[in-house]
């Protein structure tokens, strides 16, 4: 079975500008999370899908924002990026019964300048 | 508001035993996972305790005293493999959400296993 798959694994984008970030989850997986991680803060929760609804948030900003798909798939959108959105985001699925059990991607490392 | 405690680092001899804390406040407690991430990698699920005791998976065991809101990682049998960092995470239900629960990850420790 395919593990969770993110895009694009690499991205520098200018400060103000936005982005967007792409994850599929593993199959049959339908809740998607979504995690910023930084050296000083550690793992930090951004907010999580289930069946194309936002069923928590984090303490994040609005400028970070996200969806999810009928096929599970999620994305996640950064608007008016500051050099302090410099991060690797990482995605993490898991079954409905098992939600303790998260599978990670391999993460997007954004970088703002 | 919620917070985990656990070390920043810690340095083991291989083939010995370490064990790694988590002290843990927070409401509508749930459950402690553990996760191992290794230098550039994805965090890996390690183990999960909704009740008190004693999980014991291969080398690793995890505990878990929910009056003392505490629970540690023990990992036997040390591996060079093993150096990585380690995060606690508190399964907990989200009164901000949609009745539902979120996963909030401890800072890490990071294991460093010497020959």
């Known amino acids: 079975k395919a593990g969770v798959t993110q895009t694009p694994r690499y991205l520098i984008k200018t400060r103000g500008q936005q982005v967007t970030l792409s994850c599929s989850p593993i199959?049959?997986?339908?809740?998607v999370s979504w995690y910023q991680q930084t050296p000083g803060q550690g793992l930090q929760f951004l907010f999580e899908?289930?069946?194309?609804?936002?069923?928590n948030k984090g303490n994040f900003p609005g400028r970070f924002s996200g969806r999810q798909f009928s096929n599970s798939r999620s994305e996640m959108n950064v608007s008016t990026l500051e050099l302090g959105d410099s991060a690797l985001y990482l995605c993490?699925?898991?079954?409905?019964?098992?939600?303790?059990?998260?599978?990670f991607g391999p993460g997007t490392r954004l970088t703002v300048t | 508001g919620q917070s985990l405690e656990q070390p920043s680092e810690v340095t083991a001899v291989e083939g010995a035993i370490v064990q790694i804390n988590c002290t843990y406040q927070?409401?509508?407690?749930?459950?402690l996972s553990w996760y191992q991430q290794h230098d550039g990698g994805a965090p890996t699920f390690l183990s999960y305790?909704?009740?008190?005791g004693l999980e014991e998976t291969g080398r690793f065991s995890s505990f878990l005293s929910r009056s003392d809101s505490y629970g540690y990682l023990l990992l036997q049998e040390l591996q060079m493999k093993d150096s990585a960092s380690y995060f606690c995470?508190?399964?907990?239900?989200?009164?901000?959400?949609?009745?539902?629960?979120?996963?909030?990850f401890g800072k890490g420790t990071k294991l460093s296993v010497i020959p």
């Open positions: 199959s049959g997986h339908r809740s």
């Open positions: 993490a699925s898991s079954l409905v019964d098992t939600p303790w059990e998260q599978y």
């Open positions: 927070t409401s509508g407690f749930y459950g």
């Open positions: 305790n909704a009740l008190d």
């Open positions: 995470a508190v399964r907990s239900f989200s009164y901000s959400g949609a009745g539902s629960y979120q996963l909030t």
């Open positions: 899908y289930f069946s194309e609804t936002q069923r």
